[in-house]
């Protein structure tokens, strides 16, 4: 009786920079890994009767990709999808950085507060104002309270202290290429491993990002193309991907 080969297969993908070498690095929760390959038919059409028809046909690749939904957002993660650059900033103090006020608004600090120390007025720097009163820390900064002290257009010294944080400057570059690797486990038919490699893919940026999503989590679908790799030399060897197949023991 011949084996039962069927797939329901989850597992890793993970990925490094094409042409480097090294380890590949995990991409994190991927919830859906799509390969398609697109082709371009040239048919030549059968003139040798009225009723007409194909007399030939033959199909060529016109190109692979890949799909993938992308569920956790390392920092490399992001600036591998928006084409960006990476920053490293340090937690830090920041002493009396200037910034005007408004009512009701929200300045944006320089980098991102961890707690702030003091808010005062510049003028004379005698007159320090209180939280939760005058002002409020935000995510990025500070709210000026309608209701406070603080008046129409001040000008303002902020004290605090700033969290480690990286900075990704999207669309800086023209997308990096990588090499994926996925690292399948199947639990129905034979129940062993499959591994897919594909050589040379160019990312293409984040069509899309939930950014407010509080129904599900966020998720964004990364699609790249596969190139052909001119590494890879030699009869019957492939240019674009690789699939080992795991079979039993002889």
């Known amino acids: 009786m011949p084996q039962i080969e069927t797939f329901l297969v989850g597992g890793q993908v993970k990925m490094r920079k094409y042409g480097v070498g090294g380890p590949f690095m995990p991409v994190g929760l991927v919830?859906?890994?799509?390969?398609?390959?697109?082709?371009?038919?040239?048919?030549?059409?059968?003139?040798?009767?009225?009723?007409?028809?194909?007399?030939?046909?033959?199909?060529?690749?016109?190109?692979?990709?890949?799909?993938?939904?992308?569920?956790?957002?390392?920092?490399?993660?992001?600036?591998?999808?928006?084409?960006?650059?990476?920053?490293?900033?340090?937690?830090?103090?920041?002493?009396?950085?200037?910034?005007?006020?408004?009512?009701?608004?929200?300045?944006?600090?320089?980098?991102?507060?961890?707690?702030?120390?003091s808010v005062k007025l510049?003028?004379?720097?005698?007159?320090?104002?209180?939280?939760?009163d005058d002002w409020q820390m935000t995510g990025s900064g500070i709210e000026i309270l309608e209701a406070?002290?603080?008046?129409?257009?001040?000008?303002?010294?902020?004290?605090?202290?700033?969290?480690?944080?990286?900075?990704?400057?999207?669309?800086?570059?023209?997308?990096?290429?990588y090499e994926f690797l996925f690292e399948g486990a199947n639990a129905a038919?034979?129940?062993?491993?499959?591994?897919?490699?594909y050589f040379r893919c160019q990312l293409s940026p984040a069509a899309s990002a939930d950014w407010i999503s509080t129904d599900d989590f966020m998720g964004s679908e990364v699609t790249a193309k596969v190139l052909s790799d001119p590494k890879k030399t030699g009869a019957g060897k492939s240019k674009y991907m690789r699939i080992m197949k795991?079979?039993?023991?002889?």
């Open 148 to 177: 406070g002290a603080i008046a129409e257009g001040a000008d303002l010294l902020v004290t605090y202290a700033s969290a480690s944080v990286d900075i990704i400057e999207a669309l800086t570059g023209s997308g990096d290429v």
């Open 31 to 117: 919830s859906t890994l799509t390969q398609a390959i697109e082709t371009n038919d040239i048919t030549l059409a059968d003139t040798t009767t009225p009723q007409g028809g194909e007399y030939d046909s033959i199909s060529r690749i016109s190109s692979m990709s890949l799909t993938m939904n992308w569920r956790e957002f390392y920092t490399a993660n992001l600036a591998a999808i928006y084409w960006g650059t990476i920053d490293r900033v340090p937690a830090s103090t920041v002493t009396d950085e200037p910034h005007r006020a408004s009512k009701g608004g929200t300045i944006l600090l320089d980098k991102m507060p961890l707690s702030i120390t």
């Open 189 to 197: 038919g034979t129940k062993n491993r499959v591994n897919l490699q």
């Open 246 to 250: 795991e079979t039993a023991a002889a």
């Open 122 to 132: 510049a003028a004379g720097g005698a007159t320090t104002y209180v939280d939760g």
